[in-house]
C-alpha cells in the first residue's frame, strides 16, 4: 500500500496506475502520467514489437508504441468508451481510433451528427476537433489480437476511473462501445457511488438505463451500450453507420449536445 507520501511505484510496478492516477490533478497531468506506465509486461511487449517492425504500408511512420490518451475537450458532456488501441491505428498515432478502419467508421458517424469537425482521423496533427465528447478506453496499451485479459483491464482500470471523475462535473452521458467496454465501464460507477442496478444490465446494441443524481453537483448519467466499430462487425453488417449514427444522435442529446447537422 502506498501513502501519500510515498514516492510513485516504477513504471513497471502493477500498482503505478493506481498511484499515479489517483493523484493526477488534470486530464493533462493524468495523460503525462500515463503515457509512462509500463505496468502490463504482454502489453508493453507488444506495443513496442510492433512499432519495431511497423506495417509496409506504414515502414516511414514513428510509431508512438506507448499507452493511448484519451482525446477530447476536458468539460465534455458525453464519454465513448471503445476496448484498446489497434496496433497499426492508435499505437501507431498516438491518438484513440485514429489511423484504422474502426476509427474511420466512428468519426464518421461522430461528424454525421456533429460531434466532430471532420469525418477522418490520420494523425494526431490533422486538425480533428471533437465537440462535446471525449474518447477514452479501458486499456490503454495495444494488446495482442485485440484482446485484453481481464488482469490487463483490471490494472488499467484506475486511469478510466479517475477519466471519469474528472470529466464528471460535466459529464451527461457515456456510450460503451461492445460489451468489453460495458463491461469495465460498470464496475467504475460502481467503486464511484453510482449506484448501478442489481443485477448488473446486459449488454446489447441500444442497451440504455440512466443513474440517479449524485450529490449536488453530478446530475442523472445515461449509460448506453453500441456495437463495437471492429471490421468484424461493420463488414458483417452487425453495425451499420446508420445504426451507430442513430445511437450516437440519442446520446448526444441525452448529453444536451444537440448538433446534429
Same mark, same amino acid.
Given at each position: 500500500?502506498?501513502?501519500?507520501?510515498?514516492?510513485?511505484?516504477?513504471?513497471?510496478?502493477?500498482?503505478?496506475?493506481?498511484?499515479?492516477a #489517483?493523484?493526477?490533478?488534470?486530464?493533462?497531468?493524468?495523460?503525462?502520467?500515463?503515457?509512462?506506465?509500463?505496468?502490463?509486461?504482454?502489453?508493453?511487449?507488444?506495443?513496442?514489437?510492433?512499432? #519495431?517492425?511497423?506495417?509496409?504500408a506504414?515502414?516511414? !511512420?514513428?510509431? !508512438?508504441a506507448?499507452?493511448?490518451?484519451g482525446?477530447?475537450?476536458?468539460? %465534455?458532456?458525453? #464519454?465513448?468508451?471503445?476496448?484498446?488501441?489497434?496496433?497499426?491505428?492508435?499505437?501507431?498515432?498516438?491518438?484513440?481510433?485514429?489511423?484504422?478502419?474502426?476509427?474511420d467508421?466512428?468519426f464518421?458517424?461522430l461528424?454525421?451528427?456533429?460531434? #466532430?469537425?471532420?469525418?477522418?482521423?490520420?494523425?494526431?496533427d490533422?486538425?480533428? $476537433?471533437?465537440?462535446?465528447?471525449?474518447?477514452? %478506453?479501458?486499456?490503454?496499451?495495444?494488446?495482442?489480437?485485440?484482446? =485484453?485479459?481481464?488482469?490487463?483491464?483490471?490494472?488499467?482500470?484506475? !486511469?478510466?476511473?479517475?477519466?471519469? $471523475?474528472?470529466?464528471?462535473?460535466?459529464?451527461? &452521458?457515456?456510450?460503451?462501445l461492445?460489451?468489453?467496454? !460495458?463491461?469495465?465501464?460498470?464496475?467504475?460507477?460502481?467503486? &464511484?457511488?453510482?449506484?448501478?442496478?442489481?443485477p448488473?444490465?446486459?449488454?446489447?446494441?441500444?442497451?440504455?438505463?440512466?443513474? =440517479?443524481a449524485?450529490?449536488?453537483?453530478?446530475?442523472?448519467?445515461?449509460i448506453l451500450?453500441?456495437?463495437? =466499430?471492429?471490421?468484424?462487425?461493420?463488414?458483417?453488417?452487425?453495425?451499420? =453507420?446508420d445504426?451507430?449514427?442513430?445511437?450516437?444522435?440519442? %446520446? &448526444?442529446?441525452?448529453a444536451?449536445?444537440n448538433?446534429?447537422?
Amino acid at each position: 500500500m502506498h501513502r501519500e507520501t510515498d514516492a510513485p511505484p516504477p513504471t513497471t510496478d502493477r500498482a503505478f496506475p493506481a498511484h499515479c492516477a #489517483a493523484r493526477s490533478r488534470g486530464l493533462d497531468d493524468m495523460e503525462a502520467q500515463l503515457i509512462r506506465c509500463r505496468a502490463c509486461p504482454r502489453l508493453v511487449e507488444w506495443r513496442e514489437e510492433i512499432g #519495431a517492425a511497423r506495417r509496409a504500408a506504414f515502414r516511414d !511512420w514513428e510509431y !508512438w508504441a506507448r499507452p493511448v490518451p484519451g482525446f477530447g475537450p476536458p468539460d %465534455a458532456a458525453l #464519454a465513448v468508451i471503445g476496448l484498446a488501441p489497434a496496433a497499426h491505428g492508435g499505437n501507431r498515432t498516438g491518438r484513440m481510433f485514429t489511423g484504422d478502419a474502426s476509427g474511420d467508421f466512428l468519426f464518421a458517424a461522430l461528424h454525421t451528427v456533429g460531434l #466532430a469537425s471532420q469525418p477522418e482521423a490520420t494523425h494526431r496533427d490533422d486538425g480533428l $476537433e471533437l465537440y462535446g465528447v471525449r474518447i477514452t %478506453a479501458p486499456v490503454h496499451c495495444a494488446p495482442p489480437h485485440n484482446k =485484453p485479459t481481464p488482469d490487463e483491464r483490471t490494472t488499467c482500470r484506475p !486511469w478510466l476511473a479517475r477519466e471519469l $471523475e474528472l470529466l464528471a462535473p460535466t459529464l451527461k &452521458a457515456v456510450l460503451a462501445l461492445g460489451a468489453f467496454a !460495458w463491461q469495465a465501464l460498470l464496475p467504475v460507477l460502481d467503486d &464511484a457511488g453510482r449506484q448501478v442496478p442489481r443485477p448488473r444490465p446486459a449488454f446489447a446494441h441500444g442497451a440504455e438505463f440512466t443513474l =440517479p443524481a449524485l450529490g449536488d453537483d453530478r446530475g442523472p448519467l445515461h449509460i448506453l451500450g453500441s456495437y463495437h =466499430p471492429s471490421q468484424q462487425n461493420t463488414f458483417t453488417g452487425t453495425l451499420t =453507420p446508420d445504426m451507430l449514427t442513430d445511437l450516437l444522435a440519442r %446520446a &448526444a442529446r441525452l448529453a444536451g449536445l444537440n448538433r446534429r447537422r
